[in-house]
């Protein structure tokens, strides 16, 4: 079945600093690809997907690009907030089924 | 629309209870699941309708489960006779179609004394 390998957590940054949370997936055939993020005592969103290899998904200067040759689908941001403080979750999708979710990566940005 | 809409909250409960959780998803999403989540952990599949028909359930999904979808619109959980083990976040999600990725409600939270 579909499975996902992300880096564990918390990840803690500073402000403004570089971010790279990697993910690397498991699932037959060509898989849509997406990240969810969850911020606390909430349910998760949405944040970007890509659909095809090469894609390049994007939202609130979050960015991750499909990459079929090494499986991976890593999102990165420039310059993280203390917002963005939250749960981040990859997860692919090959239309079986669900959506099967890895136990995510906590990203903590301090001022 | 305002989105993917659960009830209640929060809910505490004795062991032994009956619970039910209703899910009120996006109108015009077909598709509806139940994921659960424990503290630190990524949500957990356990079933899902595609209109009112429930096309899979989870192993996690004992027989004191119970999910349904009259209608195709609304969806309740029900846990019978509850146990400690069942306190987690419950959470609902929708979708119109697999790739345009999935709306989730805000949980509902459910806590056995």
């Known amino acids: 079945g579909d499975s996902v390998t992300q880096m564990e957590g918390p990840v803690t940054l500073s402000e403004e600093a570089f971010l790279t949370i990697n993910c690397t997936y498991t699932?037959?055939?060509?898989?849509?690809l997406f990240w969810y993020v969850q911020y606390p005592g909430e349910g998760l969103q949405l944040l970007l997907k890509?659909?095809?290899?090469?894609d390049k998904g994007s939202n609130k200067g979050f960015e991750a690009t499909y990459r079929k040759e090494t499986t991976s689908f890593h999102l990165e941001k420039g310059s993280v907030q203390v917002s963005d403080s939250a749960v981040y979750f990859c997860?692919?999708?090959?239309?079986?089924?669900?959506?099967?979710f890895g136990s995510g990566t906590r990203l903590q940005v301090q001022p | 629309d305002t989105g993917v809409s659960q009830d209640p909250r929060h809910k505490i409960t004795k062991r032994g209870q009956n619970v039910t959780f209703r899910c009120d998803p996006i109108s015009e999403h077909n598709r509806l699941y139940w994921y659960r989540q424990t503290l630190g952990q990524g949500p957990e599949f356990l079933t899902y309708f595609q209109n009112e028909a429930q096309l899979e359930k989870s192993r996690l999904l004992s027989d004191r489960f119970s999910a349904e979808r009259p209608k195709g619109s609304f969806s309740t959980l029900e846990i019978q006779r509850t146990e400690q083990g069942d306190s987690a976040m419950y959470l609902c999600?929708?979708?119109?179609?697999?790739?345009?990725?999935?709306?989730f409600g805000s949980g509902t939270r459910l806590t056995v004394v």
């Open positions: 997860a692919p999708f090959t239309g079986r089924r669900a959506l099967t």
């Open positions: 890509a659909t095809k290899a090469d």
């Open positions: 999600a929708s979708s119109l179609e697999d790739n345009y990725g999935y709306t």
């Open positions: 699932a037959t055939g060509y898989p849509s």
